[in-house]
Each structure stands twice: as structure tokens, then as C-alpha cells.
């Protein structure tokens, strides 16, 4: 049996593909239905450890990671065989089914389609063979009339899965029914046939006001209007980009029971999605920090991951920001650096093979943490369950106000994607004079050291701490909503807004 195949395309980037995909897997999954979510093609630095070949690990993004889950399905590989990770404005890492491929790394995009089409196709077939249902996103819009000839992320991988497609676009940004029947129109006249219905999403307002462009609309191409999806904003899956949403989040209001949590935005950000539990916690208010002054007044500052470690630190420098995040630990601030933000917190960080683009010698780092970092061509893959020291070893690094003390024997779950090899070395620095030791404090199952503390100053190879229920009742004393629950609030959403029978007719066999 060959699977049904439902794809959502947008008229632009950011018009919530990936929202919309996620909700239809749920939904899907939810009648009882075999689903598996495709996308042939991810530009994201958002990127989790999944299952892959020959028993080995592989990456994919972070998006078709929670379309798994919401499809209620293990993910591999398959589901995002190819995924780019940007690391500067002109280059990124190209990972094929899982695995960096470093000669494509020079390929033109034009000639790379041709190289990497064949492993979207197959991943694609065998999804559709084992499936019920796959659910596909497309990436960016399919009308890119410059690009069409070598596009295989849309109507190349509509066509040869003959997939039902919904075309979605973000009135909120005005121009949303020219955005529609210029997409429809742009396209040939058989792609144009696989359109079966128009998403009007984050509509603000009475939707009685927007006739009659839906019924204009589709006189003009044939294709009704499905639904109108009224914005939505805390919803709690998290933004395919990480801050696409950036506005601050939780109370405003000053309380000193309000924990105020900034998190450093990085142009080189890896990850953020991880942080969307916080977004959703009691008492905390969430901000991305791009100046010094976003800093005022947080009693944490979080370093996240990086795509290119010594980039965002000299960007840090250039901003002031790690003057900042240094006197924001010395007044007894809490820091906590994940990954790339780890190696940040070290004294130093070397990469003498050019891992992050070019050779270069030791790179000085904001020096919170007595700790090393060397940069090595080989990616560590991990899916990681890890604890932390007990409350002794805690109370012993001289951080009698640190929050991290309530993380003492917590065992939590999560992964780790990184180049860096880190090891503690103990020096004078000037940096943080009133911090005593660097301490390991959290160790994986074989007791190799995944995290260290000092004073109130932590750092963490473990990403999706958040994500963990553990860490978040022992950090928070509460938990943000399951990501399950969030995953039935998607459903239920589209079950309301979609006119009725839309969902079901996509995939029957008419």
C-alpha cells in the first residue's frame, strides 16, 4: 500500500509550514492513522539526534523532530535527509541523511539538487511504502521562479509523492490573497492541480470581514479557502528559527518571585528551540538578549548553542556583551552556557585543524569557567542520559545562592551535538577573581564529565534540559505543559478552524 500524501506549502518563509505541518500529523495520527512527516530539504541550526543508518546516529531539523512526535512516531533520518546549517552568510554544513558531507560543502545549489534529489527520493519511497500517511513541508515558497528549474524541496517532491497540497500564507503581513493568486499563478499549469486548498493564518479580527476575497479568490483559480486560522501566538511549539518570535515573554510586573531569564542571541544561534518550555513556565519571564542593557535586571543569562563558536564570541566582544555577562556573574548572577555557550564560559579555545572555517591560533574566552576547549573534525552524535553531583559536592563551590544546588542528583535526558572536546584546566584569571573552583558536576552513564560548575556559573554539553520534567520541577518547582499536550492543542486548533470534512477529504481516495 502507498501512502497518502498531504504537503503544506507557503507563499513565503515564516507563513507557518511547520506549525500547520505538525498540527496535521497530530490530527492524522489521532484517527488512527500510520503518519510520518518528510521534508526533503531543512535550512536550520535547530537540530536534533535521531536514529540512522546502519545503526548509526544522524541529525535532522528540530522541526521534523517534533513532527515525529506529533505523528507519534520514532524519527530517523529519512524524515529530513537533507539538512544545511548555516555558519556564515555564504556557506553551511551540508548533512545528508544524517551525516555531514563536506564535499558538497563547495557544490553550487544548482548542481547540488542533482546530487542530493536521489536520497530526498528514496527516503520519500520508503516512507510512503511502510505509511498511512506523510505529511510533507515544503520549504521557503514553490513560485521562486529563479529557482524553480533545481527546486526539489516543493513541486518536485509534490509531483513524484502526487501529494494534496495547502497553500499558507500570514495575513497578519498584509497582501495575503495577491500572495495566494500569485503563487498559484506562477506555477505550471500541473503543479498549479496538485493545489487543493488556500490557509489564511494569524488572522487578527472578524473573519465575516474578510469576504468576499475567499469566494474572488477562488473564481479566479478554482481552489477554496479551507480555513482561517486566527493568531495564535502562545501556542507552545517551538519557532522552526529559534526567535522568529522575539518578544519577550511571562510577567511584566515587578515581583521578585518573577524569575527573569535572558537568553543571548547569537547570529550563529544553534538550538533555541530548546527553550521553548521556558517560554511556557509559571514565573518566568523570557527575553533574547542582543545589547547589554537586555541584560538588566536578569537573575539568569543563558549562552546557547553556537554554529560557530569563536563568530558569536567575537560578536559578544564587539557588542559588550561579554563585559556584561562577566559583571552579571561577579554581582551573583546566575550563568548557565549550553554547548557552544559552554566553550564560551572557558578560558580558552583552540582549533587547529580550521574546524569553524580557517585555522586560527587560541582564542581567549570570558574565562568564568577554568576549562579548555579544542575544536575536532569529528561531530559528536549522542542521544545522552546524564546526573548531576549530589548536594555535597554542590554546596562545596561556594554558591550559597546558586539555583543550580536544586539540580543535585537529578538524572535528566537529552543530546549532544558538538565539535568541541572540553577539559578542565585550572588557571588564575582575571575574569571572575571572587569564583573559587571548576568543578564537574554532571557526568554521563560511563562518568565522563558533561558539565562543570562555579559559583553560580554553569555549563553544559547536554542540550534540552528544559525539555526534561525533572530538571523543570526541580528548577521550577512546576512543569511548562507536556510537548504532548501541545501537540493535541494543534489538533484540536485545525480540527475547529478547517471547514468540515477538509482534513479527512485530503486523503481520500477520490
Same mark, same amino acid.
Given at each position: !500500500?502507498?501512502?497518502?500524501?498531504? !504537503?503544506?506549502?507557503?507563499?513565503?518563509?515564516?507563513?507557518?509550514?511547520?506549525?500547520?505541518?505538525?498540527?496535521?500529523?497530530?490530527?492524522?495520527?489521532?484517527?488512527?492513522?500510520?503518519?510520518? &512527516?518528510?521534508?526533503?530539504?531543512? !535550512?536550520?541550526?535547530?537540530?536534533?539526534?535521531?536514529?540512522?543508518?546502519?545503526?548509526?546516529?544522524? #541529525?535532522?531539523?528540530?522541526?521534523?523532530?517534533?513532527?515525529?512526535?506529533?505523528?507519534?512516531?520514532?524519527?530517523?533520518?529519512? !524524515?529530513?535527509?537533507?539538512?544545511?546549517?548555516?555558519?556564515?552568510?555564504?556557506?553551511?554544513?551540508?548533512?545528508?541523511?544524517?551525516? =555531514?558531507?563536506?564535499?558538497?560543502?563547495?557544490? &553550487?545549489?544548482? #548542481?547540488?539538487?542533482?546530487?542530493?534529489?536521489?536520497?530526498?527520493?528514496?527516503?520519500?519511497? #520508503?516512507?510512503?511504502?511502510?505509511?498511512?500517511?506523510?505529511?510533507?513541508?515544503?520549504?521557503?515558497?514553490?513560485?521562486?521562479?529563479?529557482?524553480?528549474?533545481?527546486?526539489?524541496?516543493?513541486?518536485?517532491?509534490?509531483?513524484?509523492?502526487?501529494?494534496?497540497?495547502?497553500?499558507?500564507?500570514?495575513?497578519?503581513?498584509?497582501?495575503?490573497?495577491?500572495?495566494?493568486?500569485?503563487?498559484?499563478?506562477?506555477?505550471?499549469?500541473?503543479?498549479?492541480?496538485?493545489?487543493?486548498?488556500?490557509?489564511?493564518?494569524?488572522?487578527?479580527?472578524?473573519?465575516?470581514?474578510?469576504?468576499?476575497?475567499?469566494?474572488?479568490?477562488?473564481?479566479?483559480?478554482?481552489? &477554496?479557502?479551507?480555513?482561517? +486560522?486566527?493568531?495564535?501566538?502562545?501556542?507552545?511549539?517551538?519557532?522552526?528559527?529559534?526567535?522568529?518570535?522575539?518578544?519577550?515573554?511571562? &510577567?511584566?510586573?515587578?515581583?521578585?518571585?518573577?524569575?527573569?531569564?535572558?537568553?543571548?542571541?547569537?547570529?550563529?544561534?544553534?538550538?533555541?528551540?530548546?527553550?521553548?518550555?521556558?517560554?511556557?513556565?509559571?514565573?518566568?519571564?523570557?527575553?533574547?538578549?542582543?545589547?547589554?542593557?537586555?541584560? @538588566?535586571?536578569?537573575?539568569?543569562?543563558?549562552?546557547?548553542?553556537?554554529?560557530?563558536?569563536?563568530?558569536?564570541?567575537?560578536?559578544?566582544?564587539?557588542?559588550?556583551?561579554?563585559?556584561? =555577562?562577566?559583571?552579571?556573574?561577579?554581582?551573583?548572577?546566575? =550563568?548557565?552556557?549550553?554547548?557552544?555557550?559552554?566553550?564560551?564560559?572557558?578560558?580558552?579555545?583552540?582549533?587547529?585543524?580550521?574546524?569553524?572555517?580557517?585555522?586560527?591560533?587560541?582564542?581567549?574566552?570570558?574565562?568564568?569557567?577554568?576549562?579548555?576547549?579544542?575544536? @575536532?573534525?569529528?561531530?559528536?552524535?549522542?542521544?545522552?542520559?546524564?546526573?548531576?553531583?549530589?548536594?555535597?559536592?554542590?554546596?562545596?563551590?561556594?554558591?550559597?545562592?546558586?539555583?543550580?544546588?536544586?539540580?543535585?542528583?537529578?538524572?535528566? +535526558?537529552?543530546?549532544?551535538?558538538?565539535?568541541?572536546?572540553?577539559?578542565?584546566?585550572?588557571?588564575?584569571?582575571?575574569?571572575?577573581?571572587?569564583?573559587?573552583?571548576?568543578?564537574?558536576?554532571?557526568?554521563?552513564?560511563?562518568?565522563?564529565?558533561?558539565?562543570?560548575?562555579?559559583?553560580?556559573?554553569?555549563?553544559?554539553?547536554?542540550?534540552?534540559?528544559?525539555?526534561?520534567?525533572?530538571?523543570?520541577?526541580?528548577?521550577?518547582?512546576?512543569?511548562?505543559?507536556?510537548?504532548?499536550?501541545?501537540?493535541?492543542?494543534?489538533?484540536?486548533?485545525?480540527?475547529?478552524?478547517?471547514?468540515?470534512?477538509?482534513?479527512?477529504?485530503?486523503?481520500?481516495?477520490?
Amino acid at each position: !500500500m502507498i501512502a497518502r500524501a498531504v !504537503m503544506v506549502l507557503g507563499t513565503t518563509s515564516g507563513a507557518g509550514k511547520s506549525w500547520l505541518a505538525t498540527a496535521l500529523c497530530r490530527w492524522y495520527a489521532r484517527q488512527g492513522l500510520r503518519v510520518a &512527516p518528510f521534508k526533503a530539504q531543512n !535550512m536550520s541550526n535547530n537540530a536534533r539526534v535521531v536514529p540512522g543508518l546502519d545503526g548509526h546516529l544522524g #541529525e535532522i531539523g528540530s522541526a521534523q523532530y517534533f513532527q515525529a512526535q506529533a505523528a507519534r512516531v520514532r524519527p530517523d533520518v529519512r !524524515m529530513n535527509p537533507v539538512l544545511l546549517k548555516p555558519e556564515q552568510d555564504t556557506a553551511s554544513q551540508v548533512i545528508v541523511m544524517g551525516q =555531514v558531507h563536506d564535499e558538497l560543502r563547495h557544490v &553550487p545549489w544548482r #548542481e547540488r539538487s542533482n546530487h542530493v534529489w536521489p536520497h530526498a527520493r528514496a527516503a520519500l519511497d #520508503e516512507l510512503m511504502a511502510t505509511q498511512d500517511v506523510v505529511v510533507i513541508e515544503g520549504a521557503g515558497s514553490p513560485a521562486e521562479i529563479n529557482l524553480h528549474a533545481s527546486d526539489y524541496v516543493n513541486m518536485r517532491t509534490a509531483l513524484h509523492a502526487q501529494a494534496r497540497c495547502l497553500l499558507v500564507t500570514d495575513i497578519d503581513r498584509g497582501g495575503a490573497f495577491a500572495h495566494l493568486y500569485g503563487t498559484h499563478q506562477l506555477l505550471p499549469e500541473h503543479e498549479r492541480a496538485l493545489i487543493k486548498g488556500f490557509v489564511l493564518n494569524r488572522f487578527r479580527g472578524d473573519a465575516s470581514l474578510l469576504a468576499p476575497g475567499p469566494d474572488q479568490l477562488q473564481a479566479l483559480t478554482g481552489v &477554496p479557502t479551507l480555513a482561517v +486560522l486566527p493568531m495564535w501566538r502562545g501556542h507552545g511549539l517551538p519557532e522552526e528559527d529559534g526567535v522568529f518570535d522575539d518578544r519577550a515573554t511571562g &510577567p511584566i510586573v515587578n515581583d521578585a518571585s518573577v524569575r527573569r531569564i535572558a537568553v543571548l542571541a547569537c547570529p550563529r544561534i544553534s538550538n533555541l528551540d530548546e527553550f521553548q518550555p521556558l517560554r511556557s513556565a509559571p514565573g518566568v519571564r523570557l527575553v533574547w538578549a542582543r545589547h547589554p542593557r537586555d541584560l @538588566d535586571g536578569a537573575d539568569w543569562v543563558i549562552l546557547p548553542g553556537s554554529k560557530h563558536t569563536r563568530a558569536d564570541l567575537a560578536w559578544l566582544r564587539t557588542h559588550g556583551l561579554d563585559r556584561a =555577562v562577566i559583571e552579571h556573574a561577579r554581582r551573583g548572577g546566575a =550563568v548557565l552556557g549550553i554547548c557552544g555557550g559552554l566553550q564560551m564560559l572557558g578560558h580558552s579555545l583552540s582549533d587547529p585543524d580550521g574546524v569553524e572555517g580557517h585555522a586560527g591560533a587560541v582564542v581567549e574566552g570570558l574565562g568564568l569557567l577554568d576549562l579548555h576547549t579544542r575544536f @575536532d573534525a569529528h561531530k559528536l552524535l549522542r542521544e545522552t542520559g546524564a546526573t548531576f553531583s549530589n548536594a555535597e559536592t554542590f554546596a562545596a563551590l561556594d554558591a550559597s545562592a546558586s539555583p543550580w544546588q536544586a539540580l543535585a542528583g537529578v538524572c535528566a +535526558l537529552g543530546y549532544e551535538i558538538h565539535h568541541g572536546r572540553t577539559d578542565a584546566q585550572p588557571v588564575a584569571t582575571q575574569a571572575a577573581p571572587l569564583l573559587r573552583r571548576t568543578q564537574a558536576v554532571l557526568h554521563d552513564g560511563e562518568g565522563h564529565p558533561l558539565g562543570w560548575c562555579k559559583g553560580q556559573v554553569l555549563g553544559l554539553y547536554l542540550h534540552g534540559l528544559f525539555e526534561d520534567a525533572a530538571v523543570m520541577r526541580a528548577l521550577f518547582g512546576a512543569q511548562a505543559p507536556s510537548l504532548d499536550r501541545v501537540m493535541d492543542g494543534l489538533a484540536d486548533y485545525i480540527d475547529q478552524h478547517f471547514a468540515p470534512g477538509a482534513l479527512a477529504s485530503l486523503i481520500d481516495g477520490a
